[in-house]
């Protein structure tokens, strides 16, 4: 796996959709559902974490489709995550212009009020693993 370390904050892109870990609370454990165009979260489960401060990890996987875009929501990330692509590329837009492109293999890191904006930009569906790191209390 090769790590290509943490990405900064980009700006929201206008009319992109938006959803994150507080969506998940309907989500029942191994449940899809799609959270915008051409693109589907299952929800894989918490368990407890292990990092001071947190007291869950919740992970939940994306597949979108060659073309499928999304941005955070207008506050940035609401909860740090570590990610993984597992399958195809992505590319995120960072603030000042400057694309990042992301293959199989590739991880990084996402702080709190991170702001980004991605594509699925290969020619199968992206699958990328998310683990939030959840304090007492998020949802």
Same mark, same amino acid.
């Given at each position: 796996?090769?790590?290509?370390?943490?990405?900064?904050?980009?700006?929201?892109?206008?009319?992109m959709t938006a959803?994150?870990?507080?969506?998940?609370?309907a989500q029942e454990v191994g449940q899809s559902k799609e959270v915008s165009p051409g693109r589907v979260r299952m929800n894989l489960g918490e368990v407890p974490a292990n990092v001071p401060?947190?007291?869950?990890?919740?992970?939940?996987e994306d597949t979108a489709q060659p073309g499928a =875009?999304? @941005? +955070?929501?207008?506050t940035g990330m609401p909860s740090p995550m570590?990610?993984?692509?597992?399958? %195809?590329?992505?590319?995120?837009?960072?603030e000042d212009g400057k694309e990042v492109k992301y293959k199989a293999g590739d991880s990084w890191v996402c702080p709190v009020g991170m702001k980004t904006? =991605?594509? @699925? +930009?290969?020619?199968?569906p992206s699958v990328m693993r998310m683990h939030h790191l959840l304090r007492? %209390?998020?949802?």
């Open positions: 796996m090769r790590c290509t370390g943490p990405i900064i904050a980009v700006t929201l892109a206008v009319g959803l994150w870990s507080a969506e998940l609370v401060g947190f007291e869950k990890v919740r992970i939940v =875009a999304w @941005s +955070t929501p207008p570590f990610c993984t692509l597992s399958k %195809g590329e992505i590319t995120v837009t960072l904006r =991605a594509k @699925s +930009t290969g020619t199968e007492p %209390g998020d949802k």
